[in-house]
């Protein structure tokens, strides 16, 4: 039996194929041509620390890149749940990104009972812009020579050893509370609200010990007030050779402690604009005058693959979750 098609049936017969043929160039020329728009960066740090620093130098890289103003708005406070609101009320095209920090995708889901926001539903995260590892921080006087020293002395003396952080579940207070579960110690946590005091009561011995970066207590320490008695990292520190890791140091071996920033956007934004924000973002990162700039904040480059970042993530909420656990922090 012979079928025949009239001129219109094959008109709109080879309609469709064009218009399936134009399918993937319309989705890569929209990713091509994103974004049309001035884009935000929300960011929950106050103005002129070392992520909001990060933010700026970024977004200067990005706007020449893209062409189109890329502005940093900061909105601190309410453990970063203010920007968070106000970028969840945002565009959802990904010329609205949130800078976040890894307490709010790794910590925040065991410290809250309730979250405003879903970390699955209203997040696709890009890329991470930066870690840093944190030191043991102690006075330039100190009788402590090692970890072994300090770990000793917390052991004898249950409760009275302390150290400081700026809040409850930040880095630094989940990072001291995971010495204490891997060294089997119970210390005092005291907190400061600015983490310039915090660090100076550690240089005056107010405090026994914080955790620092590079960025936040390297001042005191290249000031000769403070002194790094070692670094929870799996590896000595370019420019800090000298600082034994916590494991070389008499310490547990898997003593790690890494605070790091990443870009996220909506759940609903296209893949390929997805894609071309963390293209374009790494691109900026490996601009050769932000290595240093990175360095005054304590901070190195990170470049996994989305597979492995994912994964990072995964373990950093495991991880997060096991120590708040066994040290009984909430919120």
Not at 83 to 92: N, P, V
Not at 133 to 152: E, G, Q, R
Not at 276 to 302: C, H, S, V, W
């Amino acid at each position: 039996m012979t079928h025949r098609i009239t001129r219109r049936q094959a008109g709109l017969a080879l309609g469709a194929l064009a218009l399936g043929a134009m399918a993937p160039a319309r989705a890569q020329s929209g990713a091509a041509n994103w974004p049309a728009k001035q884009v935000r960066i929300i960011n929950p740090f106050p103005v002129g620390g070392g992520p909001d620093g990060t933010a700026r130098l970024v977004a200067d890289k990005l706007a020449r890149l893209w062409n189109q103003p890329v502005i940093v708005e900061n909105r601190p406070g309410g453990n970063g749940f203010i920007a968070i609101e106000a970028f969840k009320r945002g565009a959802t095209d990904g010329t609205d990104i949130i800078q976040l920090d890894n307490v709010h995708l790794a910590a925040y889901p065991h410290l809250f009972k309730k979250l405003p926001y879903s970390i699955d539903k209203d997040f696709e995260v890009v890329l991470p812009l930066f870690r840093t590892f944190f030191f043991v921080c102690v006075p330039v006087n100190s009788p402590y020579k090692s970890m072994t020293d300090l770990i000793a002395d917390a052991k004898a003396r249950p409760g009275k050893l302390n150290y400081g952080s700026w809040s409850v579940g930040n880095p630094v207070h989940l990072g001291s509370a995971l010495l204490e579960s891997l060294t089997g110690t119970k210390m005092e946590h005291v907190i400061y609200k600015e983490t310039s005091q915090l660090y100076t009561s550690v240089a005056t011995g107010e405090l026994a010990f914080a955790l620092g970066s590079s960025g936040t207590a390297g001042p005191l320490m290249r000031s000769g007030k403070l002194r790094f008695l070692a670094v929870l990292a799996p590896h000595r520190l370019k420019g800090y050779e000298d600082v034994p890791t916590v494991a070389e140091s008499g310490g547990p071996a898997d003593a790690v402690v890494t605070g790091w920033n990443a870009f996220a956007v909506a759940k609903s934004t296209p893949a390929a604009v997805v894609e071309k924000i963390r293209q374009d973002t790494m691109k900026a990162l490996r601009e050769p005058d932000i290595q240093p700039k990175f360095q005054t904040f304590g901070y190195e480059n990170y470049f996994p693959t989305p597979e492995e970042f994912k994964a990072f993530i995964v373990e950093e909420n495991k991880r997060f979750g096991d120590v708040i656990r066994r040290a009984k922090i909430e919120l």
